[in-house]
């Protein structure tokens, strides 16, 4: 997938757009060229003597700018139409690209730099729309169109605005090529400035309590100094380019009036075609001038694009697959399994398990001993780099995301609730009914809840009863495989016990492993220490 493709998938689906855009580009250039071939024949005639039609001549040149004006306006409506709906397909593809991204890839694009694909680069897409490539199609058939109408008037003139345009179109590309380095390097930074920001607010305790404020006002110092100076360079560009093609025109007219004044039969036009030669000439340098402004935008939005592709083109995971698995017997197994993050230092090193049926496993061991990578690997959601991981026979990280939810139930030591329902936040939208939520609150000591379609707000609730929640999401489907990652050590042991008690409860005939504080109080539990 790439951004071309979101674009051809969209005029596909969407082929009435399509024509329309290319009616509004025809009609917008015949109608541009309109009014100097009219005004050839008004200053012809008024130049003959003859007045008679000089009203009607009047008339059909208000009414072709009227034309004109209705053109413009149902070219911005189609804009805005393109423009939002281009960027809608793209972002729906980079939702379904993120998907598709194993955990490794996922984790390593910081939080910054995915809010500003999905944000500025898309903004900027949508901008080359409304403001960049249909106005230069259009553009740049009106500087043909005017080109073709000056030869036809005197190829002499003709030659003369051929020979000036290959001036203009090098002095573009001059500009165009130091933009897109100014406007690359100014997409990368603005993905730094918003990691920055995101940074900061994630930590504003920790700058507020240890007072660091010089440190982080140095660093985004830093930042914004490189952003400004980057920016400084596509500014400059685009602040030349107008006046020299304002400079540019204005010497060609003056030469052309001159020569006339000169020697009338020098160009062998008439009065009219000389006057309509000239509006040409300044309806020739109208475009281009447009065509500066249009260049920046499009060369900002070479630069998202560019980096959106980078998106696109990141390695997908493996697909997953929904297998048949037997739940009534359960057999976890890690088979001579080596994990490494960075390809050199293996975290797991050929650790070998084997878990059945209703067995509890206490992970022990200091940070970075490989507790919390363990369970990634049992759930899937990491590939060993070695070995297998396994669910009766079945790789787990091969497991598609359906199988898993039935498979394994986990409770995490944060609360991750988006402001739904209480119903929503347990099943996550799965189809379960109302008796079966209320019941698996019971379960879990929430009895309290009399309506699961109010909206869970966590100040309503205690440290442990989030916990709870958290079970409840956890067993919901029934799972025969239960994760407790480190999920009562935020809270004291008094209600860590009363967890463990519930956990007890409901976990019978279920496989857990857990990672907390007081996993060796589960009942029947053995114990691994990672220790190195």
Wanted: glycine share 6%.
């Amino acid at each position: 997938m790439s951004v071309l493709n979101c674009i051809f998938n969209y005029f596909k689906k969407h082929s009435h757009v399509f024509i329309l855009t290319l009616f509004v580009i025809a009609a917008a250039t015949a109608l541009s060229l309109a009014p100097p071939q009219l005004l050839k024949i008004i200053v012809d005639d008024l130049n003959s003597g003859v007045k008679e039609r000089l009203l009607d001549y009047a008339i059909f040149y208000m009414l072709l700018f009227i034309a004109i004006g209705l053109i413009n306006f149902l070219k911005e409506v189609l804009l805005v139409i393109l423009s939002q709906g281009v960027g809608k397909t793209i972002r729906i593809e980079m939702l379904n690209k993120i998907h598709k991204l194993s955990y490794i890839t996922f984790s390593h694009l910081d939080t910054g730099n995915l809010e500003a694909y999905f944000s500025n680069d898309v903004e900027e897409i949508n901008t080359l729309i409304t403001s960049g490539v249909i106005s230069m199609a259009i553009d740049a058939f009106k500087m043909i169109g005017i080109v073709v109408s000056i030869f036809i008037f005197s190829p002499i003139f003709g030659g003369i605005t051929l020979l000036v345009i290959p001036i203009i179109v090098l002095f573009t590309m001059w500009i165009r090529k130091r933009m897109y380095k100014a406007q690359a390097a100014n997409r990368a930074l603005e993905g730094n400035v918003n990691n920055l920001v995101l940074e900061n607010l994630d930590n504003v305790v920790t700058i507020k309590s240890f007072r660091i404020y010089e440190n982080v006002e140095e660093k985004y110092n830093e930042v914004l100094k490189n952003h400004f100076k980057t920016n400084q360079k596509a500014n400059t560009y685009d602040a030349v380019f107008s006046p020299i093609m304002q400079i540019l025109k204005m010497i060609l007219i003056v030469l052309i009036i001159c020569l006339s004044s000169a020697d009338i039969s020098l160009f062998g036009m008439s009065v009219g075609m000389l006057v309509s030669s000239i509006d040409l000439i300044t309806n020739l340098f109208n475009p281009i001038e447009s065509l500066g402004m249009e260049l920046q935008t499009i060369q900002k939005s070479m630069a998202a694009i560019f980096r959106i592709n980078e998106y696109f083109n990141l390695p997908e995971d493996e697909k997953k697959k929904h297998y048949d698995i037997n739940l009534d017997s359960i057999k976890l197994e890690f088979k001579d399994v080596s994990f490494s993050y960075d390809g050199q230092n293996n975290v797991i090193e050929n650790f070998n398990l084997v878990l059945n049926g209703s067995d509890r496993l206490v992970l022990k061991g200091k940070s970075g001993s490989g507790k919390t990578t363990l369970f990634k690997l049992a759930y899937g959601l990491i590939k060993p780099t070695k070995g297998t991981v396994t669910i009766n026979g079945i790789p787990t990280y091969l497991m598609s995301d359906e199988l898993k939810r039935q498979v394994f139930g986990i409770v995490y030591q944060d609360y991750f609730f988006s402001g739904g329902s209480i119903k929503d936040e347990i099943t996550l939208c799965n189809d379960i009914s109302d008796d079966a939520v209320y019941k698996v609150l019971h379960q879990v000591g929430l009895d309290r809840i009399n309506d699961i379609h109010a909206p869970l707000v966590g100040t309503d609730y205690s440290t442990g009863e989030l916990s709870l929640f958290n079970i409840a999401r956890a067993i919901i489907l029934d799972s025969k495989v239960l994760f407790l990652d480190e999920m009562n050590a935020k809270i004291d042991s008094l209600s860590a016990k009363r967890i463990i008690e519930i956990i007890d409860e409901v976990s019978k005939n279920k496989l857990v492993m857990s990672i907390n504080h007081y996993g060796d109080l589960l009942s029947g539990s053995k114990i691994i220490n990672l220790e190195k």
